[in-house]
């Protein structure tokens, strides 16, 4: 009985790839506190990239200082305007829960309003759950804080890697590509689903939240919510949970005007919610985000839900794009190796953009 002798080229190849991924797994699993900046530094690269080359390609810019110019755009974009948000809210927010008897006077008038209600009746809304509710609340808030220093360490985290990234792009792309296991057309198909699901996650769920806060504190302002700069901020932060969005904070905010006894402002609010706050996430949908990049809605819902568990805030964006990746990957495998008659290209949102380009 003859056995086959196995390749000593294959089991060096099987040796060294264990050794790689186990490498590979250690570097990543100590060092995953800063995945989430790495993870920034390739979207502000994506982002920035063509600006980047005008600059130092055809304007002539040191590779250093275009760098530094762009890192500098960055903090005047995101981190200054981070640290504005948080000094108002954490504040206010904090300034608010402090005052119980408020809230206590709040919450009886919804007590009482909810329990003159058919249905909304059998809801359990005792002092000891608004106690249990407050204390949960409160208890949040040293996580918060440290989620606020752990935000700004990856921001710095992203601006570093950032810099080395720019300074050296057109080696590290020529590197990438040399790494990437695919034919030139289906690794052109993966950069610019790439760039499509980067573009439309870093640049629309901010432009989203910003117009829905905006639109939300304008009606709060209107219709006589305290503080309503404060509770538009969140309206908008609350667009970016998938599914209930903004109706997770304006719900319970028309409920306590109806029981506060502004029974025709509790209408105007909640009419101007459902039309205004709520149709402006449709508007911008099919005109604006749609020119950024058209993505499922399914990919975008599970993708934010995988990716903010997988990677924090910055899952927002790199939780929809592995999604797509799966897919995608689904569709090079069977160009790569597929037969002919079984190439049926599925639609991960991005097809019809890549046949244009």
């Not at 809230?103 to 005792?126: D, G, M, Q, W, Y």
């Not at 005109?287 to 805030?313: R, W």
Request: charged share 15%; proline share 3%.
């Amino acid at each position: 009985m003859s056995y086959r002798k196995i390749d000593n080229n294959i089991l060096r190849q099987i040796v060294l790839i264990l050794l790689i991924g186990l490498l590979g797994f250690m570097i990543f699993f100590n060092l995953r506190y800063f995945t989430p900046g790495a993870l920034g530094a390739i979207t502000l690269y994506i982002l920035f990239r063509k600006t980047f080359f005008r600059l130092t390609e055809q304007q002539k810019w040191r590779k250093s200082l275009a760098s530094f110019f762009l890192m500098f755009t960055t903090l005047v974009i995101i981190a200054l305007p981070l640290w504005l948000i948080i000094e108002v809210m954490i504040p206010r927010i904090s300034s608010l829960l402090a005052n119980r008897q408020v809230i206590i006077e709040k919450f009886n008038a919804v007590k009482t309003f909810i329990a003159s209600k058919p249905v909304l009746n059998r809801i359990n809304l005792s002092d000891e759950s608004l106690l249990r509710a407050l204390g949960k609340v409160t208890a949040y808030f040293p996580g918060i804080l440290n989620s606020v220093a752990e935000i700004f360490v990856n921001i710095f985290t992203a601006l570093f890697i950032l810099y080395f990234m720019q300074v050296n792009a057109r080696g590290m792309e020529k590197r990438i590509r040399l790494f990437i296991p695919f034919s030139d057309d289906n690794t052109q198909t993966l950069w610019e689903e790439t760039k499509m699901m980067v573009r439309s996650n870093a640049l629309g769920i901010p432009i989203l939240a910003l117009c829905q806060g905006l639109v939300a504190i304008l009606g709060y302002w209107i219709f006589g919510v305290d503080n309503f700069v404060m509770w538009g901020l969140i309206t908008g932060a609350a667009s970016m949970v998938p599914a209930v969005g903004t109706m997770l904070v304006w719900v319970p905010i028309c409920v306590v005007v109806f029981a506060t006894g502004s029974v025709g402002n509790g209408i105007g609010l909640t009419l101007y919610c459902l039309l205004v706050v709520g149709g402006i996430d449709n508007v911008l949908r099919f005109t604006i985000l749609k020119k950024i990049g058209d993505i499922h809605p399914l990919i975008t819902v599970f993708g934010v839900l995988l990716g903010l568990k997988l990677f924090g805030i910055m899952g927002l964006i790199f939780g929809p794009l592995f999604m797509s990746y799966f897919l995608l990957l689904i569709q090079v495998y069977r160009i790569e190796f597929g037969r002919k008659s079984d190439l049926v290209v599925p639609d991960t949102g991005a097809t019809d953009e890549v046949r244009k380009k």
